[in-house]
């Protein structure tokens, strides 16, 4: 799925050939009535631009079944196809992914809420959120340039620690 067509582009690359160069992603965060990229008129004819988002959100608990927890995370990434990457143990996982939205407070919301909405649905281990952090696109390329940024997430899927 491409991004809204007033998705920020400063590169001019397009939004999938630059996701595929850093973490070979989608940036699919879910549907909503709105068009992507815009406010329902937020201040009159005002609108606002979206942009990406890597979130890596982490969460743990109590032991839990390693089956149970890597079908609970595939039943997630198939529920939800924009994430990227999830890595597990039986009482930990880390969860990567690109958002698309407005601004950090609008991605760490949706971030926020991914385990709890989901964890019936996909039968996800009834961990808590320990750990969430977002950045934006310029962030996160150039923490890898630097070589501290978060490792690239090949092989895209669910994997044990």
Known sequence: M??????????????L?????????TDEPGGTDREPGRDPE?????HVM???WHVTLCVSGAEAPLKD????????????????????ANDHAEIRYWEEARDLHDAAAVALRLWG?????ARLPPWEIVGLE??????????????YGPPPAAPVGVHPF
């Open 17 to 25: 050939d630059d996701l595929a160069d850093a973490d070979a992603g």
């Open 134 to 147: 977002v950045i934006d696109r310029e962030t996160y390329h150039q923490r890898i340039a630097e070589g």
């Open 50 to 52: 979206s942009k990406l």
């Open 42 to 46: 937020p201040h009159g004819s005002e």
């Open 117 to 121: 909405e989901h964890r019936s649905s």
């Open 2 to 15: 491409e991004a809204g067509a007033d998705f920020q582009d400063p590169d001019g690359i397009g939004v």
């Open 69 to 88: 927890v890597r079908r609970g995370l595939e039943q997630l990434a198939h529920d939800h196809p924009f994430l990227l990457t999830s890595r597990y």
